[in-house]
Every structure is written in structure tokens, then in C-alpha cells.
């Protein structure tokens, strides 16, 4: 029996979803992460939960919420002579302007290589010093700080061809941009394991006092997005919101003090672009004044292009939590894993391609 079968158990799975029924007296709760996501249909919770439980997905899948106009620039990176760049394998195939793509690119000769780890993208920096190799930055809080920790040891090393483009997204800000949606109406969130294992829990506090929300750092196991759930119907019914952790296994309430330090030196907070939603206000992170000759924007002497969102494509409203993956007309239809129209098919953390493989609404 290995660690993950006891939150799997299907008993004690029945018996929190018997205390969900008994104790909901309904709850529009949001997850804002892809595992969580993925999680929740591959378990098949999905389908399981009480009726009056509705489960919105937000933006929480990195690549997906990589905005139009950020795809662009990597693009045109790609595109310029003596330039590696360095990607993650899950943005080869997401879609940019006139349907061009990582893969595309590489197809037509743009030396792109892609990359397990931020360091391995050093490496190729080291080895080819006569080019300069530009790594693309996406992620949230957790992917950030091994990205700063990287661009340290560059600077230790030396290796002035390596550059980043730090599209990078800070979860909190774009909670509260959902919440001031009227439209919403979100009652309680189940928070993201990965990025609070590096924030914590005291950057969530505006929500039980700003918005009188509860909220639950979840796990990612069918007993703990049941226990997550249950704890926000407790805090709900008994009118006592809190910020309340559940991933105790994982996450510390005070977060990685480590981590959050090493991204604090090489990063500072700025506005950011998030597809489907736009600017949010301190929602991203740019170079500290001490790091900034490892910013690849600037380096190359790029900006981000106004660039119109892909035709057709729905992805903007399904990160809100706005419409279901299969309320988009091209759902199953022109847009699936093999040929997908937008990121939300494209990465396995997507809602699309989670909705895709393991729903039959
Ligand atoms: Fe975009 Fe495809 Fe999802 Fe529609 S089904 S929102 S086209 S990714």
C-alpha cells in the first residue's frame, strides 16, 4: 500500500461525502489551480459531489493564463538570430498569433530546445556562449523562486548570455480581481497547495476579512479536496471564515521563508497581463534593480505588442470560472488535444483538456 492509497481510500472518501451531503446547504466554491483541476475529474469528484455543490475552475493552470501578447514576445524571440530559447515542453504547442506555435517555429528552424529544470537552461548558456539563451519565465509562485535561484547562479558564474522573460503570476491579486466581479458570486475558495508551500497562508488574509470568504489550503488526493470542502462548509454554516490549512503535510502556515526571500531579491512585484482577464494590478513579477541585465525584454529590446485574442476561442471566460469548457462552441468539435485552438486544450492542467478526458457532459 503505498502513502497516496490512504487518500484514496474509496471508504473514507463515501464517509466525508456522506458529511458534505448531511451538512451543505449549498456552496459555489473556485479551485485556482490545474492539479486541483485535473484532480477533481480525474477522481471522478466531478460527478460525485452533492448537486448543490458547484465547482468553478479558475485560472490557476500556468500556461493557460500566459497572456496573447506574451506568447507573441516568446515568439519573436524565437525568431531572432543567435538566440536559444529555452522553454518548458508544455508551451511548445500553445497557439500564438496567426496560429503559429514553439513547435511551429522550431519546425521552420528557430533554435528552440526544451527544458526540464531553469538550470538546464544554464547549462546551454554555458556551452553556447556565443549565443544568448533566453529562458521563459512562466509560472506562479512556486516555479518563481527556482528561476531567481537560477539567475543567481548565473551571476555567480559569470554567464551574461543567459536571459529570462519573466512572465511569472502572483496567485493573491487575481483572487481579489474575481471577487470585485459581480457576476461571480464565489463562496469560498479551495487555494492552491504548490504556490502556498511558498507564499503560506497570511497572504490570503483579505479574503476571510475583506470579503468575509472562508478559504482552505487543499491537498490534491480525493480525501483532501473532500476534507478542503467540508472545512469550508463547517466555516461557512457556523459564519466564521477563516484561512484554514488542510495540505498540513506540505504546506507550512508561514510558507518557505527560503524560497520567498531568494524570489523577493531577484524579483520585484509588478502589473501583469493574464489571458482572459488583462492587466491586474501587481500581479506579476519584473527584475529587481540588481538583476535587471538578466531581463530578456529589455535586453533584446522587445515590449509586449497589443495582440488580439485567438478567434473563437473561449479560454479568456473558462479561467474566470465564467463558462464551462464544453459551453465553448468549439469544445470537441474544432478544438481538441490532438488539434487544439487554445492553451486551455493544450495543457494537461488545462479545464479544456481535463474536461476533454475525463467528462462526458
Ligand atoms: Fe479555447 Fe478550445 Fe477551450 Fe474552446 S474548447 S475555450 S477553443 S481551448
Redesign the pocket.
Known amino acids: 500500500m503505498s502513502l497516496f492509497d490512504s487518500f484514496r481510500d474509496p471508504e473514507l472518501c463515501k464517509g466525508l461525502l456522506h458529511h458534505l451531503k448531511q451538512e451543505c446547504d449549498g456552496l459555489k466554491f473556485m479551485e485556482v489551480c490545474g492539479t486541483h483541476t485535473v484532480s477533481i475529474f480525474q477522481s471522478g469528484l466531478h460527478s460525485l459531489l452533492p448537486e448543490n455543490i458547484t465547482h468553478l475552475t479558475g485560472p490557476g493552470c500556468p500556461v493557460c493564463v500566459t497572456h496573447d501578447a506574451e506568447v507573441d514576445a516568446y515568439l519573436r524571440v524565437a525568431a531572432k538570430d543567435n538566440v536559444i530559447l529555452a522553454t518548458f515542453g508544455d508551451l511548445m504547442r500553445v497557439p500564438g498569433p496567426g496560429g503559429l506555435n514553439l513547435k511551429t517555429a522550431q519546425a521552420e528552424g528557430a533554435r528552440i530546445k526544451v527544458v526540464y529544470s531553469p538550470f538546464d537552461a544554464l547549462q546551454l548558456a554555458q556551452d553556447n556562449p556565443g549565443d544568448t539563451v533566453v529562458f521563459i519565465g512562466v509560472g506562479f509562485e512556486t516555479t518563481a523562486p527556482t528561476i531567481a535561484a537560477t539567475v543567481k547562479t548565473a551571476r555567480q558564474r559569470g554567464l551574461d548570455n543567459f536571459k529570462v522573460l519573466s512572465f511569472h503570476k502572483l496567485v493573491p491579486p487575481a483572487l481579489r480581481v474575481l471577487l470585485d466581479d459581480p457576476d461571480m458570486n464565489i463562496e469560498a475558495f479551495i487555494l492552491p497547495g504548490h504556490v502556498s508551500a511558498v507564499i503560506g497562508l497570511p497572504p490570503y488574509d483579505f479574503l476571510p476579512l475583506e470579503y468575509n470568504l472562508p478559504a482552505v489550503v487543499g491537498g490534491f488526493e480525493p480525501s483532501d479536496i473532500l476534507q478542503s470542502l467540508l472545512m469550508l462548509v463547517r466555516m461557512k454554516n457556523e459564519g466564521k471564515p477563516d484561512v484554514v490549512n488542510q495540505y498540513t503535510r506540505v504546506v507550512a502556515d508561514e510558507g518557505n521563508p527560503t524560497a520567498m526571500a531568494i524570489m523577493d531579491e531577484v524579483f520585484a512585484p509588478a502589473d501583469a497581463m493574464w489571458r482572459g482577464i488583462g492587466k491586474i494590478p501587481g500581479s506579476g513579477l519584473v527584475f529587481s534593480e540588481a538583476y535587471r541585465d538578466f531581463d530578456a525584454l529589455q535586453a533584446l529590446g522587445l515590449e509586449l505588442n497589443d495582440v488580439q485574442p ?1 478567434k ?4 479568456g471566460e ?1 479561467l474566470k470560472g465564467k463558462l464551462r ?1 464544453n459551453q ?1 462552441p ?2 470537441r468539435k474544432a ?1 481538441t488535444p490532438a488539434k ?6 493544450v495543457s494537461t492542467e ?1 479545464s ?1 483538456a481535463a474536461y476533454y478526458k475525463y467528462s462526458t457532459d
Do not use: A, E, N, S
Not at 487544439?340 to 486544450?345: L, R, S
Open positions: 485567438i473563437g476561442c473561449m479560454c473558462v469548457p465553448c468549439l469544445f478544438c487544439p485552438v487554445g492553451p486551455c486544450m488545462g479544456c
